[in-house]
């Protein structure tokens, strides 16, 4: 008998090791603590997920993705320490297995497009989060897209313009910063990139558009309304 009651006590441990191992892991990133508290909470009622980390800021979510490599990462489109946006392709090259979702209140198609693009694989509308951030976030674990409904359909009525004189979005990311009047050394910390890829993003630029000087760069833009993006 007690032999018996010593297995089913092993089979329960086994039984709560794989309940561990199916638990989708989340860093959740938002510089509001209010925010975060709620979307914690909302999280956290899911019995197969574990928030094992919350970043107020880019960096913090960035190092965080490197430590704990979650499954998932909820991340503020607009957040300080950098664009939110640009750093999608450094966290997925970081940590290829952490698939992104994006939370935010920003329901412009061309912002949609540019984190799905970079390689996000949910963008939530904040106003939506409490009927759709749970959906979004076990899609991405299972490798599928999210997108907001009714943005989605946005997107499907409004295709998306071409870029500009076939710059790539990571040059017209650059270009937007340039025209901004951040230095090589600012951009590069803004899009976690090494000063000399920025000053290679910054030729490829010139050479593409024939242009010389930050003036010109800073006219294209303008009258191309980059700086609205």
Do not use: C, W
């Amino acid at each position: 008998m007690a032999d018996e009651e010593a297995h089913a006590l092993d089979l329960s441990g086994v039984k709560d090791a794989a309940a561990e191992d199916r638990r989708i892991r989340i860093v959740l990133a938002d510089d509001h603590a209010v925010v975060r508290s709620g979307l914690r909470l909302l999280l956290d009622s899911e019995a197969d997920f574990e928030v094992v980390a919350e970043a107020g800021e880019a960096q913090s979510a960035r190092r965080y993705v490197r430590g704990h490599r979650p499954d998932v990462l909820v991340l503020d489109l607009n957040m300080p320490g950098g664009s939110s946006l640009d750093a999608i392709p450094a966290l997925r090259a970081e940590s290829p297995g952490t698939q992104i979702v994006v939370l935010t209140m920003q329901e412009e198609p061309a912002f949609a497009r540019s984190a799905l693009g970079s390689g996000a694989l949910g963008y939530v509308l904040k106003e939506s989060a409490d009927d759709e951030l749970v959906q979004a976030v076990r899609a991405a674990a299972a490798g599928e897209t999210y997108l907001t409904p009714r943005l989605g359909a946005r997107m499907a009525s409004e295709p998306p313009s071409g870029r500009p004189d076939d710059l790539s979005e990571r040059e017209l990311g650059v270009l937007r910063l340039i025209a901004l009047g951040h230095t090589n050394a600012e951009i590069a910390e803004q899009l976690f990139l090494s000063v000399r890829t920025v000053e290679t993003h910054r030729a490829h630029i010139q050479q593409k558009l024939s242009l010389g000087s930050r003036a010109e760069l800073v006219r294209y833009a303008l009258d191309r309304g980059l700086m609205n993006v």
